[in-house]
């Protein structure tokens, strides 16, 4: 198919939403496609979050290369049953040409579903940047346009999407789902909107039955209503709140690098809020509550703390978001499996780590996440 040929065959005009309120919007349609969704629990990978030796000085850990059979391994063995796979588009395309695809990487992807199938491990491929888009600042992968406004990298992201889908049909979904798009921020809605609709229509032209998910508007925090007509489909949610707590001393955040360690807590009040795990609950129950009345999907497709945070007060939080996301009957991935957020070498001080295989298992986060 041409190139140019390929947004005229692939995508169909959204409809753009008239202005409404915040609850009219996260509140679904009026005719509402239910998709039961599975509570599946799991980990995020990171092997191809960038492109092997891109990665920019002082980014962490992310185990950068092919997926690794071990990890399927030892998820299976802990009783999780859940993998997302953030992916960034430059392991197999590159901002010359984003219509070449190359297979060796996408080999490696084959492998990591495969490898899923085998462990009984549901597989979720997500674009985490994608033509266009990062929703953060990157000093190694620099955009030139922008997926939510240019006709450009609209084009080619639907194709890169419809390719994915003709790869890998046949595959149920009851074993692999794809996360079009990673975190929309909170700026243009309906340019949101109109990609996701533009993408579902591509994959589903390839496979009318995969499993698809978007994730919530503004970060993953809120679900978008007009999704509701959309069979086969969920929004992912995210697990970051409070980021005093989530993200303390993160390079990236730097309001959060000063904030005094003996102020650190859980529960705690930051900028005039009280948060515990009663503002938790409200919280997702006020941004989700009416998509998933109506009929809505949702899965926390991100959560996690920050290794600087200490364990103590770490693990008080994790104890009671995932109490909340069993509540809700929500699945949910760890960000991430290895490294700064992660249940394997986090180097998160103070904990009393165990040897796992060569790995510093962080064993007490482990069986918090086993409970939840």
């Known amino acids: 198919m041409k190139r140019r040929d390929f947004i005229k065959t692939a995508v169909s005009a959204a409809a753009l939403a008239p202005a409404m309120t915040f609850a009219e919007r996260s509140a679904p349609a009026a005719v509402q496609k239910k998709t039961v969704l599975p509570r599946r629990r799991g980990f995020n990978l990171l092997n191809m979050f960038l492109p092997v030796g891109n990665a920019f000085k002082g980014s962490g850990n992310y185990d950068l290369g092919a997926f690794r059979e071990e990890d399927f391994a030892i998820i299976k063995e802990w009783g999780f049953d859940f993998v997302r796979l953030p992916l960034c588009y430059w392991c197999w395309s590159s901002e010359d040409d984003w219509f070449r695809m190359d297979e060796k990487p996408l080999k490696q992807i084959d492998q990591a579903v495969e490898w899923g199938r085998q462990y009984g491990i549901h597989v979720n491929i997500n674009f985490h940047r994608a033509p266009g888009y990062c929703v953060n600042p990157d000093p190694v992968i620099?955009?030139?346009?922008?997926?939510?406004?240019?006709e450009a990298p609209r084009e080619a992201f639907c194709y890169q999407w419809a390719k994915f889908a003709e790869?890998?049909?046949?595959?149920?979904?009851?074993?692999?789902?794809f996360d079009l798009l990673n975190e929309p921020p909170k700026r243009n809605r309906d340019g949101y909107i109109k990609v996701v609709r533009d993408a579902v229509k591509a994959i589903r032209d390839a496979d009318p039955d995969r499993l698809v998910c978007a994730d919530g508007f503004d970060y993953g925090s809120v679900p978008i209503g007009e999704?509701?007509?959309?069979?086969?489909?969920?929004?992912?949610?995210r697990g970051y709140s409070p980021h005093v707590i989530t993200h303390f001393r993160a390079r990236w955040i730097p309001h959060l690098m000063n904030f005094p360690e003996e102020k650190l807590k859980w529960p705690i009040e930051h900028n005039g809020k009280f948060y515990d795990k009663n503002a938790l609950a409200e919280m997702y129950?006020?941004?989700?509550?009416?998509?998933?009345?109506?009929?809505?999907?949702?899965?926390?497709?991100?959560?996690?703390?920050?290794?600087?945070?200490?364990?103590?007060?770490?693990?008080?939080?994790?104890?009671?978001?995932?109490?909340?996301?069993k509540q809700r009957n929500w699945g949910w991935a760890l960000w991430r499996l290895r490294g700064s957020f992660g249940v394997l070498d986090s180097e998160r001080v103070g904990v009393k780590f165990e040897n796992f295989g060569g790995a510093k298992l962080d064993r007490e986060l482990l069986e918090i996440l086993k409970q939840g």
Do not use: M
């Open 285 to 325: 129950e006020q941004n989700w509550g009416a998509w998933e009345r109506g009929g809505g999907a949702v899965h926390g497709g991100e959560f996690g703390c920050h290794n600087q945070t200490p364990p103590q007060i770490a693990n008080a939080w994790f104890r009671d978001i995932l109490e909340v996301y």
């Open 142 to 150: 620099k955009l030139g346009s922008n997926l939510l406004t240019d």
């Open 167 to 177: 790869r890998y049909r046949g595959i149920p979904s009851s074993q692999l789902s």
């Open 227 to 237: 999704f509701a007509d959309i069979e086969n489909f969920y929004q992912s949610a």
